[in-house]
């Protein structure tokens, strides 16, 4: 999806869509001109976590008829880059802005406070306390938890592995749903596990070779499903299991429906759902609506803000594994399971 090139205030400040102009909500009781979205590492385009940040800013701009401009961060940039770009969205008046990823706390805290009337979100993070800040969180480890159960119920070989993008602790709860939901299938499954880089800033949620790379170690080693938790990095994982014909489980976005992956998505068993886009999309209703939501606001699969996507209907089809994955969402949701983050 091509963005159109936007002077901006200061330079590394990153891109803009086009604005559609800072419309009303359709009560009319809305005043400021749109909603302002900050993307993390990897951006627009990596099929995956922003993306789904993108898919609710697109919502909420046509359901309320509001304007809106979402802005791509850029390599190696500074907390001090993320500033300036929360900063111009602020200055021009977007409400809300909402900041795509814990690597923003230092940013939202710190702009929150110099604009008090305007109501912030970050996703992922649960550090900065503010009247005016909503900590979008999510029990990512019960997805997770889901995609174990199916990667352990489809394995041929009962081996199968798990890649994160950046070994930290936000990731390590996908991983730790994971290898519990598969465990739970097969105590002795064996699991490859592998962290792509030890910081954001190496790469790790934004380097589809480093994930081609470790999902053929991987697979070479014999696991015949693999699991990416790595955003961006997790086209390369895909790609790799589709050229090796063996299972890749997406992650945040149904990664079987994307366009860019639409040649590898036979090979993509399903993905665990994280609903990034439903908590940008609420944000801005409790904005429009004069109720901004603030403080944490958690989604879990009792909500339906994870879960675990079954479009493919090689998936569907694999009648076994459906009501395994089925059995294990009704057992968390009705409390009898109670999934680990760590």
Same mark, same amino acid.
């Given at each position: 999806?091509?963005?159109?090139?936007?002077?901006?205030?200061?330079?590394?400040?990153?891109?803009? &869509?086009?604005?559609?102009?800072?419309?009303?909500?359709?009560?009319?009781?809305? &005043?400021?001109?749109?909603?302002?979205?900050?993307?993390?590492?990897?951006?627009?385009?990596?099929?995956?976590?922003?993306?789904?940040?993108?898919?609710?800013?697109?919502?909420?701009?046509?359901?309320?008829?509001?304007?809106?401009?979402?802005?791509?961060?850029?390599?190696?940039?500074?907390?001090?880059?993320?500033?300036?770009?929360?900063?111009?969205?602020?200055?021009?008046?977007?409400?809300?802005?909402?900041?795509?990823?814990?690597?923003?706390?230092?940013?939202?805290?710190?702009?929150?406070?110099?604009?008090?009337?305007?109501?912030?979100?970050?996703?992922?993070?649960?550090?900065?306390?503010?009247?005016?800040?909503?900590?979008?969180?999510?029990?990512?480890?019960?997805?997770?938890?889901?995609?174990?159960?199916?990667?352990?119920?489809?394995?041929?070989?009962?081996?199968?592995?798990?890649?994160?993008?950046?070994?930290?602790?936000?990731?390590?709860?996908?991983?730790?749903?994971?290898?519990?939901?598969?465990? =739970?299938?097969?105590?002795?499954?064996?699991?490859? =596990?592998?962290?792509?880089?030890?910081?954001?800033?190496?790469?790790?949620?934004?380097?589809?070779?480093?994930?081609?790379?470790?999902?053929?170690?991987? #697979?070479?080693?014999?696991?015949?499903?693999?699991?990416?938790?790595?955003?961006? &990095?997790?086209?390369?994982?895909?790609?790799?299991? *589709?050229?090796?014909?063996?299972?890749? #489980?997406?992650?945040?976005?149904?990664?079987?429906?994307?366009?860019?992956?639409?040649?590898?998505?036979?090979?993509?068993?399903?993905?665990?759902?994280?609903?990034?886009?439903? *908590?940008?999309?609420?944000?801005?209703?409790?904005?429009?609506?004069?109720?901004?939501?603030?403080?944490?606001?958690?989604?879990?699969?009792?909500?339906?803000?994870?879960?675990?996507?079954?479009?493919?209907?090689?998936?569907?089809?694999?009648?076994?594994?459906?009501?395994?994955?089925?059995?294990?969402?009704?057992?968390?949701?009705?409390?009898?399971?109670?999934?680990?983050?760590?």
């Amino acid at each position: 999806m091509a963005v159109a090139a936007v002077a901006l205030l200061a330079a590394g400040c990153g891109k803009s &869509s086009t604005d559609p102009g800072g419309g009303s909500a359709a009560s009319g009781a809305y &005043s400021g001109k749109g909603i302002g979205l900050a993307y993390d590492i990897g951006g627009k385009g990596d099929q995956s976590f922003n993306d789904a940040a993108f898919a609710g800013f697109e919502k909420a701009e046509k359901e309320f008829r509001i304007g809106g401009r979402d802005i791509e961060p850029q390599d190696g940039e500074s907390t001090a880059d993320k500033v300036q770009r929360l900063e111009q969205l602020a200055k021009a008046g977007y409400n809300p802005i909402v900041g795509v990823g814990f690597v923003y706390a230092p940013a939202v805290k710190e702009v929150a406070a110099k604009y008090p009337k305007i109501t912030f979100g970050i996703v992922d993070d649960d550090t900065v306390k503010a009247s005016n800040v909503a900590d979008l969180l999510f029990h990512e480890e019960q997805g997770s938890y889901l995609a174990g159960v199916a990667a352990a119920k489809a394995t041929k070989k009962n081996h199968i592995g798990f890649i994160g993008g950046v070994d930290i602790p936000l990731i390590h709860k996908f991983e730790a749903g994971f290898e519990q939901g598969a465990r =739970s299938v097969n105590p002795k499954i064996k699991i490859e =596990s592998q962290y792509l880089t030890q910081t954001a800033q190496e790469g790790g949620f934004a380097s589809p070779d480093k994930g081609k790379d470790a999902a053929n170690g991987q #697979i070479e080693a014999g696991a015949d499903v693999v699991y990416a938790a790595a955003g961006l &990095s997790g086209q390369g994982v895909i790609q790799s299991a *589709a050229a090796h014909r063996v299972w890749a #489980i997406g992650v945040d976005s149904d990664q079987y429906k994307q366009s860019a992956l639409a040649q590898y998505k036979d090979w993509i068993l399903g993905s665990a759902l994280k609903n990034v886009g439903g *908590a940008v999309y609420d944000l801005t209703k409790s904005v429009v609506e004069g109720k901004p939501h603030t403080g944490e606001v958690r989604g879990d699969l009792k909500s339906g803000a994870v879960g675990f996507a079954d479009s493919n209907p090689k998936y569907q089809a694999m009648k076994d594994v459906v009501a395994a994955v089925d059995k294990a969402k009704q057992d968390i949701v009705d409390g009898k399971v109670t999934v680990r983050v760590e």
